[in-house]
């Protein structure tokens, strides 16, 4: 699945202006401790996480990750954003909470890392 | 815990100054900083915050009044949730006899809605530090809940949580403090750590602080 059919899957926006949404997400994890994140993330997941810090998409960065998920309507500050677009990594919010958007993809067949 | 016991326990562990940070209010101060005159050992006004990122983070004043205007401001940014005392302890108020004279209704350790940048930098605006706290405990340590330390924000300090491992990479270049991070009476320490002031003031703490140009 890409990130754009992803974005339909969870009703979210793409907030990311130039990152590629043809890419394809790989897999999906949630967790909000970013040391954790940091130990267990890999390449091409779709991470939802309620952290808004600059730090999430160094994390993301880390890993090569497809896009990051922002559940529950909650706003990323732009300059977080605009370092997402430079890094790479496509954000997602959306008004959903974590575990209907984990329910959402696992029903698509997304799998676990 | 109570304004007397703290300070007069200060006093026979030979503390010179000592900083109390109540989680996330500074109400307390007034009455402490009474106590702590009379008693004769320095306060350093504080608070502890948790941010949004529900990281600890303790902010240091050079008053009192600065501390308690902080705490104030901030006041709205924590959640209408109302303490358990069953869970979390009471959070009553005392007078400088140790007569309780309010109780805090709020959930003070909440996390507040600001985020730590939020936060760092108005306490930077306000001329207060801003020095994230036990940062290698694990829980609410900024570590654990981000990672590592955002070189962005305006830290004065780090404090170090002794006898805990601490990454030798990637910290910023900043002064470690110690703490006994004492929720009870039995957990203060002795005077094991010592910074040396020009006075033994929250000004020579500052200036120890502002004036520190690394190991």
């Not at chain 1, 309620?50 to 500050?77: R, W």
């Not at chain 2, 760092?120 to 207060?128: C, P, T, V, W």
Request: glycine share 6%.
């Amino acid at each position: 699945m890409t990130i754009q059919e992803l974005a339909a899957l969870v009703e979210a926006n793409i907030v990311t202006a130039s990152v590629d949404t043809g890419r394809e997400v790989e897999c999906g994890y949630t967790c909000d401790l970013l040391s954790w994140v940091m130990a267990n993330g890999s390449e091409g997941m779709a991470w939802i996480t309620v952290q808004t810090h600059m730090n999430v998409i160094a994390v993301a960065t880390l890993h090569d990750m497809s896009c990051v998920i922002i559940p529950e309507g909650i706003k990323v500050e732009d300059d977080v954003i605009g370092k997402a677009d430079e890094e790479g990594v496509a954000i997602l919010t959306t008004s959903l909470g974590a575990y209907e958007i984990c329910g959402r993809m696992n029903a698509k067949g997304i799998p676990a890392k | 815990m109570t304004p007397n016991n703290i300070v007069n326990m200060a006093k026979i562990k030979g503390l010179d100054m000592i900083a109390v940070a109540d989680h996330n209010s500074a109400r307390h101060l007034p009455v402490i900083s009474r106590v702590a005159q009379e008693v004769g050992v320095a306060l350093l006004p504080a608070i502890e915050l948790n941010t949004r990122e529900e990281v600890h983070m303790l902010a240091y004043f050079e008053s009192v009044e600065a501390a308690v205007d902080f705490s104030e401001e901030i006041y709205e940014y924590l959640p209408k949730v109302k303490n358990r005392a069953s869970l979390f302890g009471r959070q009553a108020l005392m007078d400088e006899d140790d007569e309780i004279i309010g109780e805090e209704e709020r959930l003070l350790i909440n996390a507040l809605s600001l985020s730590i940048d939020d936060l760092a930098f108005m306490l930077k605006d306000r001329k207060a530090l801003a020095v994230p706290a036990h940062i290698n405990r694990g829980s609410n340590g900024i570590l654990q809940a981000l990672g590592f330390v955002p070189p962005t924000e305006p830290f004065s300090a780090l404090e170090v949580s002794v006898g805990l491992p601490l990454p030798h990479k990637g910290l910023p270049s900043l002064p470690h403090l110690h703490s006994s991070d004492a929720h009870y009476l039995e957990n203060m320490l002795e005077a094991t750590e010592f910074l040396t002031l020009d006075s033994c003031t929250p000004r020579g703490f500052f200036d120890y602080i502002q004036n520190w140009k690394g190991n």
